[in-house]
């Protein structure tokens, strides 16, 4: 019997760039790997097998670990509440090339690409996906499920609220201790957009300055 199974929840485009981290990641690993995906007719898709959530579930494996490389926000959230309640845990995938400072916590699930940094005293909620060289600066705070595409700059003193995206390229600018800025719950942040003022909560925002598409 496999001793431990690394899930890696979707297979699609997110899912297909995570896998090849948790091979060369600097954590320790040792288990087989393998994609959960409820929608996807292939058996393997680049070499690895691809099992309903259902077959992931049924696995005869001493422990069981799975990783949610999803990028909508939402879609995470249910899945991860699903997977919480049939007692799976989390593997959070780190790669190789990413650089962590001093007093960074991140919770459970995260996935953080080659080339992010998080700099110092950051707080970070479950399932974050920081992708290709994104960074977070000093005293930011991030909810849970939020998603940086590639290229993110989130300078410091920024609030993010939970399940917020955050584009590819986008430019969030510092705020202070005494003001930070910040991103409501769900917002979603254009690519390329330079956001100078708070995005409110359920909003939409693009461009330079970034301005309201979509209002909550
Ligand atoms: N998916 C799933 N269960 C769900 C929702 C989505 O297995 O409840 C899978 C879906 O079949 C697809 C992947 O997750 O293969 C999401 O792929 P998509 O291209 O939409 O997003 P990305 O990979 O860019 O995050």
Redesign the pocket.
């Known amino acids: 019997m496999v001793s431990t199974s690394y899930g890696i929840?979707?297979?699609?485009?997110?899912?297909r760039g995570v896998m090849p981290l948790l091979g060369s990641s600097t954590q320790e690993f040792d288990g087989e790997r393998l994609f959960?995906?409820?929608?996807?007719a292939l058996e393997s898709v680049n070499d690895f097998p691809v099992l309903t959530?259902h077959d992931f579930l049924n696995r005869p494996s001493i422990s069981k670990f799975v990783t949610i490389?999803?990028?909508?926000g939402q879609?995470r959230r249910?899945?991860a509440e699903r997977c919480a309640k049939d007692g799976l845990r989390f593997h959070s995938v780190v790669a190789r090339e990413h650089v962590r400072m001093v007093d960074c916590e991140v919770k459970e699930g995260a996935i953080f690409s080659p080339y992010t940094t998080l700099t110092s005293n950051i707080r970070i909620g479950r399932h974050f996906h920081c992708n290709l060289y994104s960074y977070v600066e000093h005293d930011c705070i991030i909810g849970d499920y939020v998603t940086f595409a590639p290229g993110v700059k989130c300078n410091g003193n920024v609030h993010i609220g939970d399940q917020a995206y955050i584009g590819a390229g986008a430019v969030l600018k510092q705020g202070t201790p005494e003001k930070p800025l910040i991103i409501g719950p769900r917002a979603v942040v254009g690519m390329g957009a330079v956001v100078t003022k708070d995005v409110p909560a359920d909003s939409v925002v693009a461009g330079n300055p970034a301005r309201l598409l979509k209002e909550n």
């Open positions: 929840y979707g297979a699609s485009g997110c899912g959960i995906d409820d929608g996807c959530y490389a999803i990028a909508d879609v249910r899945l």
